[in-house]
């Protein structure tokens, strides 16, 4: 199971002859906890997980980018000078990175390869930043561009924002491009530090895919984004980061009820999310996951981005063997639960927990339980011989 090196060549061979130059992977990623707090210049402490998007790639002498588009089986291609935006395709966001790039002041140079994952699309895992962070690695290396990842993640994140056309933040390319194998990042998103803070020992991460899908773009999320920032601007902050829980309280008359709600999720999120860093540092699981099951709570009630297909997944979950604690993970709406079991416990739960949530909710779930990756790299590099 999952893809390789081995799987990457092999295709590559297949589709275009001969082996690539190199191979690069860029990793999805699952949220401890910290959500909507990212546009808000809050905190976060997400992990990259085992699945993510893998391109075998060679260069070319000249500026067109041919792509063999796995999930498509079938070629795609532009000319580097000739940048349009067409569709839907995920080739427009091998498009989208190179756009940005571009505005970045690099010059680029064409590749041919192919282009696979793992990443389930649209399940909260960000398989769009995972593709746009390993199409930067795939440029970087042909064109000879030094690596430096959060500068990478900031092109990755303006090619959603201005060519998919979605206002995300910052976590989730970050956290592709700079993950570190065995850690969760606690990210400063205003000034995008980001501190390792280990696993706790004897506890599995189990990602839970409710099977229910709700596309970013079309959802409420650029609505909450915007609530928040003209709260911001109203009460002279530059982001709601700056607002403290007794701020927010003496000033709750001048907020109308769902605002006020929609605020304080974002006020306590960036709490709890510091306080999590601060039991995962001291290994204190039972804490973790307390936070987490009121970070879900959270936004269920104040944010309202849960769904009835979630909010079953966590409560299944936390009546699961060996539950610490639960949460839905992303934008929300739909996509996946994250879960922290005890490691020994961790088949068991998959299994039961599964069970239980198709009997309850008719929906077929997935279940992943993963380890925390290392960020983008280079896995073989077939020009130097690494
Ligand atoms: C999506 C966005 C992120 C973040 C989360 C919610 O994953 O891409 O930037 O805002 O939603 O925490």
Known sequence: MGIDVSAV???FSEQLGGGPDWVVRAPGRVNLIGEHTDYNEG???????????????????????????????????????ALRREGN???EYVK??????????????????????????????????????????????AS????????????AQRAENRWVGVQCGIMDQLISACGKEGHALLIDCRGLECRPVPLPQGV??????????????????????????????RFGLKALRDLSLDDLTARAGELDAVTFRRVRHVVSENARTLLAAQAMEKGDTETLGRLMVESHAS?????????????????????????????????????C????????????????????YRRRTGNQPAVYITGATAGADVVADCVSGA
């Open 204 to 233: 599995k991460v189990v990602i839970l895919d409710t099977g229910t899908r709700r596309g970013l773009a079309d959802s409420a999320y650029n609505e909450r984004r915007k609530a928040c920032e003209s709260t911001a601007a």
């Open 43 to 81: 905190f976060v402490l997400p992990m990259a997980v085992e699945r993510a998007v893998w391109i075998g790639l060679r260069r070319r002498a000249d500026r067109w980018v041919r792509v063999y588009v796995s999930a498509e089986s079938r070629w795609r291609e532009f000319h580097l000078d």
């Open 96 to 141: 989208g990175t190179a756009w940005s790039l571009g505005e970045e002041g690099f010059f680029l140079r064409g590749w041919e390869g192919v282009l696979l994952g793992d990443v389930p699309i649209g399940a909260g895992l960000s398989s769009s930043a995972a593709m746009e962070v390993a199409v930067a690695r795939a440029f970087a290396a």
């Open 9 to 11: 060549k092999r295709l």
């Open 144 to 155: 000879d561009l030094p690596w430096d990842p959060v500068k990478m993640a900031l092109a």
């Open 299 to 335: 936004l269920r009630d104040d944010y309202e981005v849960s769904s009835e297909a979630l909010n079953a997944m966590v409560e299944i979950a936390l009546a699961g063997p060996g539950c610490y604690g639960a949460r839905m993970t992303g934008a929300g709406f739909g996509g």
């Open 337 to 356: 639960a994250v879960a922290l079991v005890e490691a020994g416990a961790a088949a068991d739960f998959a299994e039961k927990v599964s069970a239980e």
């Open 89 to 91: 395709a995920p080739i």
